[in-house]
């Protein structure tokens, strides 16, 4: 049997990207306990397994504080990764997500942490609202624009829930938006993404390989 990666390569997948929760899985782990360094592990192996552009899942930057998520995108650079997502959730069910201006500090930090790397790094910032129990589509699209602001490339708000929000979202910012499908139930069409305004479609796909 080929391996996944070989396989979807063929399929013409042009760059594969991490899934916090696939990883936290191969550790018999639930997503988001992961350390730094398990992460980085995780993704390490991956991006030494395929020539193609490999982007890491790095949840919340592994720390409150700016400089925690500056520094994860350094270290993501370190071992072949040419991009990271840094999402604002706090892993803290009571306060499930950053306040919005430290939530932005946070990518402002990541972005030029980015830009200081020698070679092009594309960093993704992600409104983790309608997968962290605050569904409010307005607040999600407040805090795009921000990130937006912030100088990320790439702007992602997991479990939109129907195509009118889709639509909202990519209407209100400028820069490249990702939807990825199949996530709790919901998926479009590539066709319905694209008239919608999305410019990224990701795709989870979990293989199990026999013994």
């Known amino acids: 049997m080929p391996a996944p990666r070989a396989f979807l390569a063929g399929l013409g997948f042009e760059a594969f990207a991490t899934s916090s929760g696939a990883a936290a899985a191969t550790f018999g782990r639930r997503d988001g306990k992961l350390t ?23 949840e919340g930057g592994f720390g409150e504080k700016p400089e925690a998520a500056a520094e994860t995108v350094r270290m993501a650079a370190e071992i072949g990764l040419v991009g990271c997502s840094i999402e604002d959730a706090t892993g803290n069910k009571n306060r499930p997500l950053y306040d919005l201006q430290l939530a932005t500090d946070r990518i402002v930090a990541a972005v030029q942490a980015a830009r200081s790397l020698p070679f092009p790094f594309t960093l993704t910032a992600r409104a983790e609202n309608f997968v962290r129990g605050k569904p409010d589509l307005d607040d999600t699209i407040k805090r795009l624009q921000a990130y937006e602001k912030a100088g990320a490339d790439v702007l992602f708000a997991p479990a939109l829930p129907d195509l009118a929000a889709v639509r909202a979202v990519c209407s209100a910012v400028s820069k490249p938006v990702n939807f990825m499908v199949a996530i709790r139930g919901k998926s479009f069409t590539v066709a319905q ?16 390989v026999p013994p």
């Not at 390490?44 to 490999?54: E, G, H, S, W």
């Not at 795709?203 to 199990?208: C, E, K, S």
């Open 36 to 58: 730094r360094d398990e992460a980085l592990a995780s993704a390490r192996a991956i991006a030494n397994a395929t020539d193609l552009p490999v982007s890491g899942d790095m």
């Open 193 to 208: 993404l694209v008239e919608a305004g999305v410019k990224r479609i990701s795709l989870p796909l979990r293989f199990i």
